[in-house]
T-cell receptor
């Protein structure tokens, strides 16, 4: 089977840095994706790691270690608009984790 | 503009009725997906299709059916066999499926069974 584990909630302060971890168990692994979803909205794609290492896109970075079956999403210079749920997804059938709710305090 | 259109946005259904949710994309993507999301939960895969006239069951396919007769369209039917159909349904497409990792989502259809 396939499974992804990520923390259910994370709280951080505006302007700070936060890391959301994701561990996975899957067959047919291609890579790890990250998505953001605001309440009531559809998920939007943030990043994809097909190879080990760090991918950077503006304030967001994502990391993958295939040998550890582990990845993380790093959000820098947090803004209030970053308050949302963040999902990791494994690219076989594109299975999602249960999501991490990010709360940002002013 | 290119994108994915889901309809209806809101739908109410009586128990025992089948309903069909529409999903149309003009992005020329080969792969299409249906997910179900319950409050406070992640997205669970119902069905996916990587090419016209072919589709595969996801993790929670029981009580659902799909068709993929055209590249642009991937309708989902929620049948009366689905025990708890009230949920938020999301359709997505991808240019490369698992290889590219990027899904484009529609705005979703919210189904409520009365």
């Amino acid at each position: 089977g396939q499974s992804l584990e990520q923390p259910s909630e994370v709280t951080a302060v505006e302007g700070a840095i936060v890391q959301i971890n994701c561990t996975y168990q899957t067959s047919g692994f291609y890579g790890l994706s990250w998505y953001q979803q605001h309440d009531g909205g559809a998920p939007t794609f943030l990043s994809y790691n097909g190879l080990d290492g760090l991918e950077e896109t503006g304030r967001f970075s994502s990391f993958l270690s295939r040998s550890d079956s582990y990845g993380y999403l790093l959000l820098q210079e947090l803004q209030m608009k970053d308050s949302a749920s963040y999902f990791c997804a494994v690219n076989d059938k594109i299975i999602f984790g249960k999501g991490t709710r990010l709360h940002i305090l002013p | 503009d290119g994108g994915i259109t889901q309809s209806p946005k809101y739908l109410f259904r009586k128990e025992g009725q089948n309903v069909t949710l529409s999903c149309e994309q003009n992005l020329n993507h080969d792969a299409m997906y249906w997910y179900r999301q319950d409050p406070g939960q992640g997205l669970r895969l119902i069905y996916y299709s990587q090419i016209v006239n072919d589709f595969q069951k996801g993790d929670i396919a029981e009580g659902y059916s799909v068709s993929r007769e055209k590249k642009e369209s991937f309708p989902l039917t929620v049948t009366s066999a689905q025990k708890n159909p009230t949920a938020f349904y999301l359709c997505a497409s991808s240019p490369g499926g698992a290889i590219t990792g990027e899904l484009f989502f529609g705005e979703g259809s919210r189904l409520t069974v009365l």
